[in-house]
């Protein structure tokens, strides 16, 4: 079985996140500008003259949410709308972990008519991983349709713990980390590697 589909089971991301386990949060449902609102409300919002201040100069992880609350197609919309409940639900999950001695940081950043947000990642929806203000990785899209959220969900969760948390992911026996390198489909390699160990 291929990592990815190992990430996607719900029975092995199951026993790897426990405690990370998205319910019936009421986030289902809700249109892209009402998930918009709540994740720029629960995160630190940022634009490119303050990305310095709360991303590059801190010394915890940073979780960043890029998104646009100006969509120009149905599928845009529907992809930043579920990936912004997935958000939501990380942030419910994982709200006071701390990185590095530090809280975990959740930033978003509303890259609706922002030029110079393409100096910071290179478009789309996307989320992006910081530790001590260096880029561990970053991910690429996010669920299609609002049926793909709980396997978004436990994918990032898995990608987050064994990054940033110190929790490896394992597969087939062995200790992995989760690794997108920009793309929308997670690979392994050893926990070993990981910017975070236990």
Known sequence: ??????????????????????????????????????????????????????????????????NSSCNETERAVNIDNNRNVVQLQIMDSYEGSMVNGDLLKFVAYNVCGDRNALKLF?????????????????????????????????ATSSWLESNLLGVPFVHSGNEMRVVYNGSPKATAKPFSTAPVQP
């Open 122 to 154: 290179s478009g789309g929806i996307q989320v992006h991983m910081y530790l001590g203000g260096e880029l561990i990785d970053s991910v690429t899209g996010g669920p299609t349709i609002e049926e793909k959220i709980p396997n978004s969900f436990r």
């Open 1 to 66: 079985m291929g990592i990815r589909k190992a990430i996607l089971g719900a029975g092995l991301i199951g026993a790897l996140s426990g405690t990370a386990m998205a319910d019936d949060d009421g986030y289902l449902g809700i249109s892209q500008a009402e998930s918009f609102a709540k994740v720029h409300q629960r995160s630190v919002t940022v634009d490119y003259n303050s990305w310095q201040r709360e991303v590059l100069d801190y010394d915890g992880g940073v979780i960043v949410l890029f």
